[in-house]
Each structure stands twice: as C-alpha cells, then as structure tokens.
C-alpha cells in the first residue's frame, strides 16, 4: 500500500478590509495556499459584495461556522511586509483606530486593479549625466524632431508637454517616446519636480560634525533619534543628501518626509540631481495612475529613496535604513481626520522597529522634540550658523499701533515703512515674499448698525469675502452667499468689511506697485493639481519679482534671490485659543524670516503687528529659539501641558446641541470612571477636562463639545480607552451623536 499523505488541515486568514472595524475570517481555497501569506491582497466576499482586503495573519480553521473563502490573489508576492505590518499593527494600538483604516492609508487607492498601459508623463528631461551635445551627433538624421527636441533640452533643460505648439504634439510624443526608449530622456508626471544643482562640495565643519554622528549611528545599523537643530539654511538638506548616500550604498531604503506636497517639488528635484531614477514619489497629489506606479517602483526596490508627504511614512520600502522628517514640528505631519496619526512620531516607530536612523530636522524644533533632546532620548546636533558666513537677516517689528496708518489698518494693510522697503528692493532687483496667513480679500462683514457679522449658517463662524468671485464663502463647510448690500438682519445698509485677505493684499499691490510682477499662492491659487509647483518654479526662475500669500510661501523653500520678507499681520494665529497658539506663532514668523538672504543679497524681514511686546513676537525678532523654548517651557509647566503631560481630545457632536451635551456629560463620567476611578485628583494624575463647547462650536451643522484628558507621560492610556471604546464600536453615544477621539492632538480648536 502507498501512503496516502493525510489531507492538509483546512487554513483560514485573517483580513483586514476597509471599512469594517475588526479582521474578519476567510477559508483559505487549496489552490490559493501557497500564495496567501500575511501581507497579501485578496478579493473577498463581503455580504452581496466583493472588497479588496489585506491579509494579516493565518491560523487553523475553528470549525465554529461556516467560513467564505478567499475568491482570488491581486499580486504574485505580498504587498505589505512583515516589518511594515507591524508598523500598522502598533499604529492601530496606538492610535485606537482600525486596523483596515491603517491599510487603507498604507496602500495606493485602486492598487488591485490598476488602470492599463504607462502613466502619462509630461515634462521631458535630458537623463542623468548624459550630454545633449554628445548625443545630437549620434542622432539619425531621418529623426529630425529627436535633434530639434534635443538642442531645445541643451538650452532649456526640460520640456513640458503644455509649451508644445498643438499642431506638432503628436510629432514631438513619437520622438520623445522613442528617445526615452534608448534613455536619452527622461519623463516625469507633471510639476513633480524643480531642476537643481548636484549638492555642494565641501561641508563646513558643523555639517562635518552632524554628519559623522549619523553615519555612525547608520553603520551600526541600531536604531537612533537625531534632532537636527540648525538654523534656516544651514545646510541641513545637505546633510540629509549625504546620509542618504551612505543609507543606500549600504543597501538601506531611504525615507524623506516633507510636510507639504508644495514642497516635494524642490526637494526631489534636489535629490534626483544626485541619484537619478532611484528617487520615488509619494504623495496624495499624484494622479492614481502616477502613485501606483511609483508605489510599485518603491515596493520592488527600483526606487529605494522615497520623497513624500504624511502617508509616504508607510512607503512599501523593503529594508529602510534612513528615515528623515524635515520641518518636523509641522502640524501638517499629523492627519486631523480619520487615523489621527502623526507621520513624524510614526517615523521614530518605524525607525525602532527596523533598527533604522532617524533624523528630525528643524530650526524651529517642536517643544516635545526639544524636550526630548535635552532629557537624552534624542541625539541633539546643532548647525547654529548660515552656511557660507551668510547671515540671518535683521528683524525689524512695525507697531501697527503707533505707525502712522490714519485711523483704520483694514483701510491702508501695508505700512509706509514696509511699502518703502519693497520699492527699494524691487529697485535693486532682490526679490520679496509677503506673508498673510489668511486668504480671501476680507476677514469679515459687519453691520455698523446692528454690529452683526454675517455668519455661516452651517458653522461658528464668520463669512469671508472673496472679491474675484462675487462671493462671502465659509472656510470650514464652503457655503456661500453673493455679498448683500444691506444687512440681512436690521436692512442697514451701512455694511463693512474688516480685516484683510491675501486676496485683498493682491488687490494693494497691483494698485500701488503697477509694474511689479508677482503671483500670489494659497489654496484658492493652489487647487489645481501642479499649480503650486508652477507658481513656485515661476518664482524661482526669475521672472517674478514678489510671492505673496498663506502659510504655503512660509516653509522650506530655497529660493536664494529672496531679499526682504514681509509679515503683513503676525498676531493672527496669536488669537487662537490654543495652547500651542505662542509656539505656531514663533515657529512662523522664524519660519519666513528664513526664506530671506538665503543667496548673495543680505536678507531683511519686516513684521507688521498690533502686539509687539509678546514674547513669541519679541523673541522670533531675535530669532533666539532657546530663550523661546525655556520661556515657553515654563507656561506648558504651569499648566501641565506637553511635554509634562500627554493629552487626549474626545470631539462629540451631532445636529441637536442638547443631545450633544447630555451625552458629553455621560462620556466624560464613563472616562472618568475608568481613567481616575471616579476622583479627579490634583497634581499629576490623570485629568478629565469638560465636556465645554469647542473652540469652533459648530461647523457644518453640527454643534461641537470637547473633553481633553490630560495624563502623566508615563501613565498608558490606550488599555483603559480601548475599554471604553468596546463600548462604543461605532463611535456613537445616542442617536445622531458621534465623537472622534484623538490621541496627541495637534489642534485643540
Ligand atoms: P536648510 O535645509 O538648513 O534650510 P539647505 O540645505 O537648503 O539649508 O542649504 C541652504 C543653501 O546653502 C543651499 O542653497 C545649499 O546648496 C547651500 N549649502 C549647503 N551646504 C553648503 C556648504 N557646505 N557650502 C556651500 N553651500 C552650501
Ligand atoms: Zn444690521
Ligand atoms: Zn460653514
């Protein structure tokens, strides 16, 4: 008798499918054993339908009920590795947040079943280290589109599909698809890139000091946290370029998160002058087609050094070595809707897990990264100076109070002393940036006679003019009315706007500085894909003489022809009842003093403010950072916040504010039960705050309240939380009402 092999115990999976909360079980089919690992994508039944799902885990089958098999295998190999899943794994925990929300953001939406054929490239560059010249000798002279394409690239150096004239696009795609064909050129997805040098030559010494440190954390291959704390344009992308170097030549990923997609556009082009086709991109801004592409390029180690925004922390790299968070104290790192995550503390995580070095760069470094470095779990590397002896341009603070602005500083936004010196720098030919960090033309409408602002009726908040429209627009739900001429609740006809806009600051230039060139970038100028990118090139290359707009022009950017930088008002985001109001203020106007004198031109910063004795203002003045944090330390110390306590913020809200009420007092009872056991005790234990209306009481028609816990950093909350959320698994307190919990807030408001 043969031995009859005994049939193999049936095999379930474990997966993870957006949007159901908890993993859910399959019967793994024979013929699909060998491919279903943990990490892969499959097409399961769910109900009526079928969802993509990720796998998790495998185990035997219970034999309780009856389970649903696995209908098919997307790609040949897992999508998502071992060490990346354990990412998502603790960021669940972590964050109280399904598993499937946490694939869903690590995995390019439409990845099972990607459009056919290339994606579309748009802007044609010469390849890498190859020479235009060189290779118009070797074209046929049958293609003569090839030499005419390649004698624009030796003068231009890019070619963008849009300057082409119509009649000849067909003409000039064939010859440019055959030249990338033998790799004479390369293409890129639309704006995603600036041109940039190949890095500079020599670091200066604190460069040298900062590098070694790092290198030697990565040729250890241990896990270690530097904060990189250099001054603007001290040369700290430098040091990311060069770490990265050393990352890949020992066959390590690299990771560079920037916070905004505005700013992958510079920093790529930097990189990709150094390392080619290696560079991938990752961001939300990419067309689907785009971002798959690239997300695969990453995944099968064609592009082992991603550039991106917040998710590209989740990149499908398969052995990072490197992971670089620059301007790390940005807000924007943490994502304020769904998984509340925050990209850069997921960065140290990951970090931790593959053994991997960290660098967090900053000149303006987040009071808990600081905290952090002077209590040792960071390394602290400083490059206190500009390179090259440059120097940090001079502050000079306009007391919009006493400057001779007539009665009404809505009626004349800029004062003499700032219009005198953008008249001298467009005169010598620097160039000039304008901030506001508010767009629009008006903050609002008001009636003089019955003093109401004219208010969404959706939201808390006042309707903003945009003039260019012929609309009052709400910034939170997008409601809109054509601006009244009376006031819809006394019919006075005496309506005014106050305040100022970027739109409105548009509206000054163009009148008084008629022959001065300039765009203007916020997020009404930025909604279209590439636009800000254009915007920006169009800065940099040197036709335009001013950028003026919203906290888009405050951050990152390098543009060395940049003279003088104006701060139209810095007390707005002073206003905010926040703790971190001082520290977003600080970080702010130290953000965009440093985009000034950054090339030969000595730099000079103007800040216009009714409140120049604050010390966020006084001290971002003298750009002095630690005076800022020991002063700033002292108030979070006061009032037991960040550093010396960890929060959470609970948000309920519904349509009927009283429901909304009821069930935050009933919420914060159950926490309290839970987290203090029943007693708030003084001091450093745990404290359950509120429940109070929230900063923004209502937006989109539902009314706002908020309960924030404070807690001792070494108390770990998620069990207890995790409990009372069982409770709740839809995050719903009665009927209509809903709350959102976020671990480490950002915003309080
Ligand atoms: P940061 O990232 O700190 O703002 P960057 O790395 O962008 O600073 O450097 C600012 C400018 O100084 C860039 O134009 C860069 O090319 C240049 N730079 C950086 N390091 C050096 C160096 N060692 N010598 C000369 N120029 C340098
Ligand atoms: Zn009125
Ligand atoms: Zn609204």
Known sequence: MVNQSPKPEPLTAR?????????LEYLVPENLREKVQPGTLVRVPLG???NPGLVIELGAASGRKELRPILEVFREDPVINSELLELLRWAAGYYLAPLSSLVELALPPGLENPPPGEPRTHLFRIAEGLDPDKLLAQVQPSAPVQAEILQQLASSRELSLSDLPPERRTQYLRALREMKRKGWVRGFYREEELLAGAGVKELTSDQEKALAAIEAGLRAGIFETHLLFGVTASGKTEIYLRAAARALDAQKGVIILVPEIALVPQIAGRFRASFGAKVGVLHSGLPRRERIDSWVR????????????????FAPLPAPGLIVVDEEYDEAYK?????????????????????ATVILGSATPALESFANAAAGKYHLLTLPSRVDGRTLPPVT?????AANLGSDWTKNPLSPFLKERIAAHQKEGGKVILFLNRRGYSNSVLCQDCGQAIRCPNCSVSLILHKARKILLCHYCGFSIPPPDVCPACNSHRVRMFGVGT??????????????????????????????????????????????????????????????????LADLSLDLPDFRAAERTFELLAQVAGRAGRGEHPGEVVVQTFLPDHYAIDLARAQDYPAFYRAELESRKKFFYPPFSRLVQFLVSGVNAQ????SSERLKEELEGKLTGGTTKPGKAVQVLGPAPAAYAKIRGRHRFQILIKYPPDFRIQAPLAKILELHPHRQLAAGVTFSVDIDPQSLL
Do not use: C, W
């Open 298 to 313: 990453i995944q099968t180690g064609q592009a082992p050094l991603v550039i991106g925004t917040r998710s590209a922390v």
């Open 335 to 355: 994502q304020e809707e769904g998984v509340r995550y925050n990209a850069r503390d997921l960065a140290i995580v990951r970090g931790k897990l593959t053994g």
């Open 397 to 401: 603070v306009v007391d919009l109070r």
């Open 659 to 662: 429901k909304v009420e009821e």
């Open 48 to 50: 009526k339908r079928e």
């Open 503 to 568: 739109e409105r600051i548009e509206e000054e230039m163009t009148r008084d500085f008629p022959g001065l060139s300039f765009r203007r970038l916020d997020r009404d100028t930025a909604h279209r894909i590439g636009a800000p990118a254009r915007i920006l090139r169009d800065f940099a290359a040197g036709g335009v003489e001013m950028l003026m707009g919203t906290k888009m022009v405050t951050k990152g950017h390098d543009f060395p022809g940049v003279s003088l930088v104006g701060v139209v």
């Open 15 to 23: 997966v993870a499918v957006h949007p159901i909360h908890d993993l």
